[in-house]
């Protein structure tokens, strides 16, 4: 069976990036929700969210933060990075700006994890690939993250 894993990301910009990840089908993630179904917990409130997190984090065997552009500034990420490093589980960071959301590759983002303030060392992959034009190749970039993404889920950084 697949490693079991929780994907953290930032949903209204990268919901499309995550599926194409899920996709790959090299790793069991927790269900990504539908837009209705997340309004429907955020309208619940802060502690409804973190419930929501706690639960689907509690038995997975490591978190990956899909980065996108915004990534590193979303609170909620920052909270699921937070509780990783505190849950000493594997934690590790994959690009995927380079994947196409409606046709379209977007521009990389800050490192979450400097401002997560979880230490050093903890791995970012890039699957970006780009042309001869030096432009984003998204369809090289998804089949290297394809090819990799089970090897990288395994190289994960724990607190000690």
Do not use: C
Not at 45 to 71: E, F, P
Not at 104 to 114: M, Q
């Amino acid at each position: 069976m697949a490693k079991t894993v929780f994907y953290s990301f930032h949903y209204e910009r990268d919901v499309n990036r995550v599926q194409l990840v899920r996709n790959i089908n090299a790793l069991e993630g927790q269900p990504v929700l539908n837009a209705q179904s997340w309004e429907e917990v955020q309208r619940k409130g802060s502690a409804a969210i973190q419930t929501w997190i706690n639960d689907n984090m509690a038995y997975k065997r490591a978190v990956i933060v899909l980065i996108g552009q915004q990534t590193s500034s979303r609170p909620w990420v920052i909270y699921e990075i937070q509780k990783a490093w505190a849950d000493k589980k594997p934690l590790l960071g994959v690009r995927i700006h380079g994947l196409s959301s409606f046709g379209a590759a977007d521009s990389p983002g800050a490192n979450p994890f400097e401002k997560a303030s979880v230490g050093s060392g903890i791995p970012v992959f890039d699957p970006t690939r780009t042309d001869w034009r030096g432009a984003i190749d998204t369809k090289a970039t998804y089949a290297n993250l394809a090819a990799n993404l089970e090897t990288w889920s395994s190289q994960g950084k724990v607190r000690w």
